[in-house]
């Protein structure tokens, strides 16, 4: 059966931009640019993703489109015979599944704030009610499952309709709208009386916090956030590599969804910042930040009951371009491995992602008293460690030896793959630096995500 291919270029474009935004763009990127000193820091973070980001990037596309398979069976189609590299397509699905599995439930409490904030039901709150309101929503084990089955069931649907008709047509829509959004939320915020302060914060460089902070810590949250902001090294974006023709070149494709990443990562920061200095509160990170910092911040604004939904919806699709095109690469691993129809892919993993997605949804409550990293850890932060500080950077390694060592695809299939079509060019003369500089780059991160998090 011949692959089904994407529509047009803006439509792969969009979804893998998609599928790169997500709520790492909002919750975490301000705040640490903020922290490590504003434009200062957003310089070394745009350095990474070019030196660090777009290599390992184009290299996830090259295979997808080189096999035209999933992570499921593209190793198989292009290493070398009796070679073991497709071993890790177990790594690369686990990722995906793991991912959805407290990705789910993120987006479900961005749909219910979305219809809370429509109802106003927030209206009159102190900051106290807000802070109370979480709690009470992640006590309610119902209630967050009936949310995250209603993301799962909506995601899943979209699917179901084909890549073109469903995929490709609903992440257009929800990516237009969702910078749209961005765009308009933008210029309320910086128009904010007193937000001139936020964007001083946020914008200006301030080198004496990056010496402050340290230099060395600063271009390791720089390198962190760069590399994390992509979600390489599961095969998220291999997938739609296998999607598209060879009209193009690969490096030239990448360079246009790293935009579209940084620019959202960009705008969300100019949504918070001013908006938080204008009302005096503290630009936290995490999701303390949108489900109570922001809502107690559309309480003070005039119009804040429109202004707060926009931004909740905002936040929806952000969170929901993510979960399908990760549910895409689940449903095309199931037809690669076992030659199944797409809609028993569907309905058979719709109903292992709402089976596996409820340890998280339990883990807040009934759960709780399992805390895998110390008081206040939850099975969410657990899923989020294993994906983000292992997975990720140990996938794009494989990605990043398979397409550069002699046992595996090789520097020259990569190259001619990455290359085929028109457009801007992978430089062969960096094939140095990719063999030996960037792997350190990467395990630097690897050990580094350790050791912040257990010393």
């Known amino acids: ?109 961005l749909l219910l704030y979305f219809f809370k904030m429509l109802l106003g039901q927030f209206e009159g709150l102190d900051s106290a009610g807000v802070e109370l309101a979480f709690s009470d929503l992640t006590r309610n084990p119902g209630l967050m499952t009936v949310c995250m089955a209603v993301v799962v069931v909506m995601c899943f649907a979209v699917c179901s309709r084909g ?39 946020y914008l200006m460089p301030d080198f004496g916090k990056l010496v402050e902070a340290g230099i060395g810590e600063v271009i390791y949250a720089a390198m962190g956030q760069a590399f994390f902001t992509l979600s390489l090294g599961i095969g998220a974006l291999a997938i739609f590599g296998s999607y598209i023709g060879r009209e193009r070149s690969l490096m030239g494709e990448a360079v246009n ?51 707060g939904s926009l931004f909740f919806l905002f936040m929806s699709f952000a969170a929901f371009t993510t979960i399908i095109a990760v549910f895409e690469n689940i449903i095309s691993f199931a037809i690669d491995l076992t030659g199944c129809g797409r809609k028993k892919a569907v309905l058979v993993n719709l109903v292992v992602i709402i089976v596996l997605s409820m340890p998280c949804v339990l883990g807040f409550n009934i759960l709780s008293g399992f805390a895998p990293f110390g008081e206040g850890s939850t099975i969410m932060d657990l899923e989020d460690f294993i994906v983000s500080n292992n997975l990720l950077p140990i996938g794009s390694l494989i990605y990043l030896f398979f397409c550069v060592a002699k046992c ?8 001619k793959e990455a290359n085929t079509g028109k457009g801007l060019k992978f430089p062969r003369p960096i094939r140095f630096y990719c063999k030996w500089i960037l792997p350190i780059i990467v395990a630097v991160i690897f050990i580094m995500g350790y050791k912040e998090k257990f010393f």
């Open 163 to 201: 890549l073109q008709k469903g995929v490709e047509l609903i992440n257009k829509i929800m990516m237009v709208c969702l910078l749209f959004l961005m765009i308009i939320m933008s210029i309320r915020s910086i128009t904010l009386e007193g937000g001139e302060a936020g964007l001083r914060f």
């Open 408 to 415: 595996g695809w090789g520097f020259d299939n990569f190259i």
């Open 1 to 109: 059966m011949e692959r089904e291919k994407f529509s047009s270029r803006i439509g792969f474009i969009l979804i893998s931009a998609g599928c790169a935004i997500g709520l790492g763009n909002v919750w975490r990127f301000p705040y640490i640019t903020g922290e490590y000193g504003g434009a200062a820091f957003v310089l070394i973070y745009l350095c990474f993703l070019v030196i660090m980001g777009l290599p390992i990037m184009v290299m996830e596309f090259a295979v997808g489109r080189g096999s035209q398979k999933s992570a499921a069976l593209s190793f198989d189609v292009l290493e070398p015979k009796g070679t073991k590299w497709h071993w890790y397509k177990w790594g690369a699905m686990a990722g995906n599944y793991l991912l959805m599995m407290f990705y789910t439930t993120i987006g479900g409490w």
């Open 257 to 307: 969804v790293t935009i579209l990443d940084t620019c959202v990562a960009l705008m969300a920061g100019l949504i918070i910042f001013p908006a938080c200095f204008a009302y005096g509160v503290s630009a936290d990170s995490g999701p303390s930040l949108l489900f109570i910092t922001l809502p107690n911040v559309f309480n003070e604004m005039a119009g804040g009951r429109i202004w």
